[in-house]
């Protein structure tokens, strides 16, 4: 390799970290979604060198720089066994200084280690140890998630493999790597890594069941799925987290549609459509019928009933926004679950109209609700929460619920 391209991968110190909180919330939301997903690291002009144009499609033969190759090449798959290198795909991101990212990638020719007990290999750069899973023909195997990597999570010491298989009502196959020290670049984050590898299953299924829930050695509490934030690589979920996974629940979902919505539910958890419909009939019709006559709920596909167990913080919902799916963790949601989520999925979809400046310059001088005081996001779905189905909390307690001339204004311009 030349000296540019080690340079390059000195500064590339990737920490992915994700940050497996369940903040205390009624409603999650895609800020919660993407705070779990955080890239950190040296952001240096040094990365800014290597041309983002150039090596944005992956390629296991023309960028490596080598002047050597004849027999290093001779290989097919990514993993040189009697070398002990494998071939690597390096993703970077980085601002293109308007809102958007540049993804860099850099493929490098890198020496890889075994752990006891385990078949995968492990890198090790500037004190950074990552898991690298190859395939059975040896190349190496990258995460399916919108950001390709080869690795899920960084380990500051090398971990060990744990000797401990999780609680679960299906067979998971998990293996679990454990390191314990702290990254010298983020000395607030938490130090204790568990990072997860389980099979992923049919189409994330076993045994015809899916996550729904699962919890940690800390807390009595489940944890959302999508707190577990698994990503695809090959046949395997991988996930981390920063207490030890004591449970992982997998549920039969059943689905029906119900107002062109399709409801997908746990099948332990209510004992017919019927029994769906006589848990949220009266406050998803009532959502409805608020909004009716706007294109509020337009963007609302896909709800998931999840429940039956208490989960973390109580958080009773969960949005995906843009792709117009709302999670839901009680049985009977109420008008609020509904409308609030609702705001969501109009509010985060791609062609939404919300310029989010404008609506962080409303908060600040405008008060709806404590829980709208958490970000843009939850002001903005609270104060449509009021808007069109609030009436009964703006009556009944006018300190905690407002709904502000300004604020009510620049909804009317969405929705009048
Ligand atoms: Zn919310």
């Known amino acids: 390799m030349t000296n540019s391209t080690k340079n390059i991968l000195r500064v590339l110190s990737i920490v992915l970290i994700f940050l497996i909180v369940s903040t205390c919330s009624s409603g999650d939301d895609m800020a919660d979604y993407s705070s779990q997903y955080e890239v950190t690291g040296p952001q240096t002009s040094t990365t800014n060198t290597t041309p983002s144009t150039t090596n944005t499609t992956p390629s296991t033969t023309n960028t490596t720089p080598t002047t050597e190759s004849a027999s290093t090449n001779v290989s097919t798959s990514d993993f040189n066994s009697e070398t002990n290198m494998v071939l690597l795909r390096i993703y970077m991101y980085e601002s293109d200084g308007s809102g958007g990212e540049n993804e860099i990638i850099i493929t490098e020719e890198v020496p890889v280690f075994d752990i006891e007990g385990s078949t995968h290999k492990f890198y090790t750069n500037m004190g950074a140890t990552q898991l690298i899973q190859l395939d059975e023909d040896g190349n190496v195997i990258y995460g399916e998630d919108e950001r390709d990597s080869y690795f899920q999570t960084t380990h500051f010491e090398v971990p060990v493999k744990l000797d401990f298989q999780v609680t679960s009502n299906v067979e998971v196959n998990m293996e679990v790597y454990y390191s314990n020290a702290q990254d010298p670049d983020n000395p607030d ?115 998931n009933l999840f429940g039956g167990r208490e989960y973390f913080c109580g958080a009773e919902a969960f949005c995906v926004g843009n792709d117009g799916f709302i999670n839901i963790f009680v049985k009977t949601p109420d008008l609020y679950i509904f409308s609030h989520e609702i705001g969501h999925t109009w509010s985060l979809r791609e062609d939404s109209p919300v310029n989010w400046t404008d609506w962080e310059d409303i908060q600040v001088n405008n008060f709806v609700s404590d829980y709208g005081l958490t970000n843009v996001y939850e002001y903005f779905a609270d104060a449509f929460f009021l808007y069109f189905s609030g009436q009964l909390e703006l009556e009944d307690f006018p300190d905690q619920f407002k709904l502000p001339d300004l604020v009510k204004e620049k909804l009317d311009s969405y929705f009048q």
Not at 233 to 242: Q, V
Not at 248 to 271: A, C, G, P
Request: proline fraction near 4%; charge should be negative.
């Open 189 to 303: 984050k938490p130090t204790e890594v568990y990072e997860y590898i389980w099979d992923f299953g049919d189409n994330g299924n076993i045994d015809g069941k899916s996550i729904v829930a699962w919890r940690t050695t800390e807390y009595e509490q489940y944890t959302t799925p999508f707190a577990l934030f698994p990503v695809k690589f090959g046949g395997k979920y991988r996930s981390t987290s920063n207490f030890p996974m004591s449970e992982i629940v997998y549920k039969q979902l059943l689905s029906m549609e119900y107002e062109n919505v399709e409801f997908r539910y746990e099948s332990d958890l209510y004992t017919s459509e019927q029994d769906v419909l006589d848990n949220i009939k009266v406050n998803f019709d009532q959502s409805l019928s608020d909004m009716a006559g706007t294109n509020g709920p337009n963007n609302l596909s896909v709800i």
